[in-house]
């Protein structure tokens, strides 16, 4: 995992750690405009250990209501005390001021009610005074204890992990608990049950057994009578695996037991979705992601993983890491990770091995990864176009979608945004495009056709008017990898950087929603210089030396220069294999790429960077 304290050194380099993949805003376009976040640390019996601020998230009644591990919400210099609950106008991203319920524990997740009330879990032992354990249902408007409330959990770690309400109707809940009384009487549980939503009433005739850890995330089947089980456990029911499926008709028989992981290790699991398409995604440690189909017996359709990728990224400072959680939100579902690198997919019936350098172990690469990752709900492959970039250290937990179709991400995220344009995440970010998940609901007809040529060192694309556009979105695929999202404009043409490969653009209209339709136009660039296999700089008579040896194809070489995070910015050419820099105070990373005619190679950061 990457800490604070690791990302305030690595924050030199992330303006470099991708930059053979191209530009990753995808959709979201739009600046972060959440001008609340969270602060300070509370006190955790479970979660003390991850570096997240934000766990869990929920829209309702034009709010966005926050759960975690915090003290403060905060706006700039503006520090307001309202530990681990809070609310957030989803409109503005303002803390709503008047919404102050006195919570004593972390909030880890939440879930609606169809009462119009609002479930809210983690690790609290009280609500405004009243004991109430490690589950509550308050109402959303006020902050107050449902009326007739009576549920209380114990035992063990008493902790609620995740709450879903199902389509059978009944709300789960799951964590670490071993005793549940509805108010009628308690009785002895392990970690899972379930209840009335409306009532508290608890079903104790569903009572899995859960042995060891604790149960992270559950979700019911919607083809079948299977309640799937995701966590931290030793056993289901006696089968010794991190996902099993559990019969809703009875709690201690098995339903599906063949879950398989990337890598026998570390395997614990954070979270699990069915959806009513037959898929099941369930996303956890060693940074892997699995969809299985219910239509094919539970066969692997579709696995992801995350990592560094030396064939895109010439810096490992920026790397994958495990998935948290997943939110279905339309035909998507969500998945926030621990991941600052790459990803790669594979539609092989054995999971993408979990590696430490992506190059060497199949599948497919499909981008930069940013602590949020959208993949169809039907099959399993990642929606491209939406990357949103990000740094941080722990990455996303919650997720959910508000009204106005932005979507909201808490965890641990320290900034949003392109390197030199970046702002303030500060654990909470809001994510917003007028077109993403909202707008009307006309799907406008694409540009006739559109045309790609160079010109000098661009490459210009250009298309007729499409009826009634107002805006055009442009992507590019090099080499098969893409499409990537390069930019958007008013006018009939689009300037971007030229490069080597065989490069397909792509054009969407714009009124509102993007056109599902493409018109795409082909461009096969001249073949680029290949990088330079290393550079060094050291400090020489009061000057900065910078060499390299020679790469082939490349009649000059360009020189970066990034001072205590700031840049990178050119600094010069040369046909030489060497440039001289005038000395300066900080830390400073040079980097070097080829150059030939128009086109330029990926950038190569040289080693050691100078103190």
């Not at 600046?31 to 309702?60: D, H, I, Y």
């Not at 809070?86 to 009462?115: C, H, I, Y």
């Not at 004991?131 to 902050?143: A, E, F, Q, R, S």
């Not at 609901?441 to 009634?468: F, K, L, S």
């Amino acid at each position: 995992m990457k800490w604070r304290q690791l990302f305030a050194v690595l924050s030199l380099l992330l303006g470099m750690g991708l930059a053979s993949i191209p530009a990753a805003n995808a959709e979201i376009v739009g600046e972060q405009k959440a001008s609340w976040g969270l602060a300070t640390f509370g006190n955790s019996r479970t979660v003390a250990n991850f570096s997240a601020l934000g766990w869990g998230l929920e829209s309702m009644n034009g709010n966005i209501y926050v759960g975690g591990n915090f003290l403060d919400v905060t706006n700039g210099n503006q520090t307001q005390r309202q530990p681990y609950f809070a609310s957030f106008n989803s409109s503005t991203g303002a803390w709503n001021s008047g919404f102050r319920p006195q919570v004593e524990g972390p909030v880890l997740a939440m879930a609606k009610s169809p009462d119009g009330g609002l479930f809210v879990a983690g690790e609290m032992g009280t609500w405004n005074g009243t004991k109430v354990g490690p589950l509550v249902k308050i109402n959303p408007n006020t902050g107050d204890i449902w009326p007739g409330w009576n549920t209380l959990l114990s035992g063990s770690t008493n902790v609620v992990r995740e709450v879903s309400l199902e389509p059978d109707g009944q709300l789960y809940a799951v964590g670490r608990f071993t005793r549940a009384n509805d108010g009628a009487g308690g009785r002895a549980v392990s970690s899972a049950i379930r209840l009335n939503p409306n009532t508290g009433k608890i079903d104790f005739s569903w009572l899995p057994e859960v042995q060891g850890g604790s149960v992270w995330g559950v979700s019911k089947s919607r083809t079948n009578d299977t309640v799937y089980l995701a966590g931290w456990f030793d056993s289901v029911n006696g089968a010794a695996n991190q996902v099993v499926g559990v019969s809703a008709s009875n709690g201690s028989q098995n339903t599906w037991t063949g879950f398989q992981m990337n890598y026998r290790c570390c395997d614990n699991m954070y979270d699990i979705e069915a959806t009513e398409f037959g898929t099941v995604l369930a996303v956890g440690e060693q940074h892997g992601a699995y969809m299985y189909d219910e239509n094919q017996n539970m066969r692997l359709i579709k696995s992801h993983v995350t990592s560094y990728d030396s064939r895109f990224q010439n810096s490992n400072t920026r790397r994958g890491g495990d998935y948290q959680e997943i939110e279905r939100v339309g035909n998507r579902l969500y998945a926030t990770c621990h991941c600052w690198g790459s990803h790669s997919s594979s539609n092989s019936t054995t999971p993408i091995p979990y590696s430490s350098d992506l190059a060497g172990v199949g599948g497919d690469p499909t981008g930069s990864v940013n602590s949020i990752i959208a993949y169809d709900v039907r099959n399993g492959d990642r929606i491209q176009s939406f990357n949103p970039r990000m740094s941080g250290d722990i990455g996303g937990f919650g997720v959910t979608a508000a009204p106005d179709g932005c979507v909201w991400v808490a965890g641990g995220i320290n900034s949003v945004g392109q390197p030199g344009s970046q702002r303030p995440g500060r654990d909470l970010v809001r994510l917003c495009d007028e077109d993403f998940g909202g707008g009307n609901n006309n799907d406008p007809v694409p540009p006739a056709t559109c045309t790609a040529r160079a010109e000098g060192a661009n490459i210009e694309v250009t298309w007729p008017a499409a009826n009634g556009a107002t805006e055009y979105v442009v992507y590019r695929t090099v080499n098969g990898n893409g499409p990537f999202w390069r930019g958007k404009t008013s006018n009939l043409s689009f300037t971007d950087n030229n490069r080597s490969g065989a490069i397909v653009y792509s054009v969407k209209s714009k009124i509102g929603n993007r056109s599902s339709a493409t018109t795409t136009c082909s461009f096969e660039a001249a073949a680029g210089p290949q990088p330079v296999a290393n550079c060094s700089a050291t400090r020489q008579n009061g000057s900065i030396q910078v060499t390299w040896p020679a790469a082939n194809g490349a009649a000059e070489y360009v020189v970066y220069r990034t001072v205590n995070g700031n840049g990178p910015f050119w600094r010069g050419k040369t046909s030489n294999l060497s440039f001289t820099d005038g000395n300066r105070s900080g830390t400073i990373v040079y980097s070097v790429a080829s150059k030939n005619g128009p086109v330029k190679s990926d950038p190569v950061l040289c080693t050691p960077q100078l103190n």
